[in-house]
């Protein structure tokens, strides 16, 4: 009787470790529906994606890092520079394409850098990514005289048109959740994130080269948060010095809510994209109830102690 309700306890925890993360988002949508009739209609919910497309974005960039094992806190500082960037390439008559790549290289090399200090150097992500958001944000307001620059002509297509019925931002994510899992789960360099975010000194033993691996990391990282950047700029047809403020936090919230472990090691791309919508709608349903800007920034930094301490306490357990 006793093994049977062992087996039964541990097939209940399986059950919940496995799908838990699906019932919370079930949970928020049923919770937003209350809270706002129109919610499940097909405009909406494609207007709270887009919406959430560039923390969506930054989750999946996020989810690398963290599965090599490293974070990045200066995501929102790079997001704004790679934006405004990509907005004043295309200001001096750029063309679409190289507007793109402008932003594109600007957040490559900002978070290869951070790549380079952490993993060459030897200097904690969490160090040399803090420094980068600091001297980034402080380069932001430096390039723009800390105003908004609003006169952007046609940048807002990017940000607020539609292929077909479905707005870009929410294609980008799409093509973005594709790519991650087919790194993640048909190729070496997948294999390599996990093979060292889970055991570093195992698998430089196993001939895997780390310190590359990690930079390879930094390197996608820096594509989606550039990419994350431009959408956010050309949603609000504005570039806006500011931008990105407090972002990193959710991109990091998103990522370990969807399954992935501040140890290292652990994360998948579905789960990071189901993290990132919950983020999303949870934000969605405290503006539908008019609560203050301030109260959801301690709503958020609850979810994000939770989250954490529900990480380490699977950690403990796991051992």
């Not at 048109?161 to 980008?172: A, C, D």
């Amino acid at each position: 009787m006793r093994l049977e309700n062992t087996l039964k306890g541990n097939s209940v925890k399986s059950i919940a470790s496995k799908y838990g993360i699906y019932l919370v988002l079930v949970l928020m949508v049923v919770i937003s529906s209350i809270a706002s009739p129109n919610f499940l209609t097909v405009s909406n919910i494609l207007s709270v994606l887009r919406q959430s497309s560039p923390t969506i974005i930054l989750a999946f960039g996020a989810m690398f890092l963290m599965i090599s094992g490293s974070m990045d806190l200066s995501v929102g500082s790079v997001l704004a520079i790679s934006g405004i960037f990509s907005l004043s390439v295309y200001m001096m008559g750029g063309s679409w394409l190289g507007a793109i790549l402008a932003g594109i290289m600007t957040g490559l090399v900002c978070c290869t850098l951070s790549g380079i200090i952490s993993a060459y150097v030897g200097v904690p992500s969490f160090i040399v990514t803090l420094a980068m958001d600091l001297i980034v944000r402080g380069g932001v307001m430096l390039y723009t005289g800390g105003m908004p620059i609003t006169r952007t002509g046609n940048f807002a297509a990017f940000g607020q048109g539609f292929i077909g019925p479905i707005p870009i931002p929410i294609v980008v994510v799409a093509v973005i959740w594709a790519v991650s899992a087919f790194i993640l789960n048909h190729t070496t360099l997948g294999r390599k994130f996990y093979a060292i975010g889970g055991n570093a000194e195992a698998a430089r033993a196993s001939g895997i080269n780390v310190k590359r691996t990690t930079l390879f990391a930094y390197f996608i990282n820096g594509i989606f948060v550039a990419i994350a950047g431009i959408i956010f700029m050309s949603r609000l047809n504005s570039g806006t010095p500011g931008g990105g403020d407090g972002y990193a936090l959710d991109a990091i919230a998103s990522t370990v809510i969807g399954g992935s472990s501040l140890s290292g090691g652990i994360g998948t791309a579905t789960g990071t994209l189901v993290g990132a919508i919950i983020m999303g709608l949870i934000s969605n349903i405290l503006n539908l109830v008019s609560v203050q800007s301030y109260v959801q920034s301690i709503v958020k930094g609850v979810i994000i102690v939770l989250a954490v301490v529900l990480d380490i306490s699977a950690k403990k357990k796991s051992v």
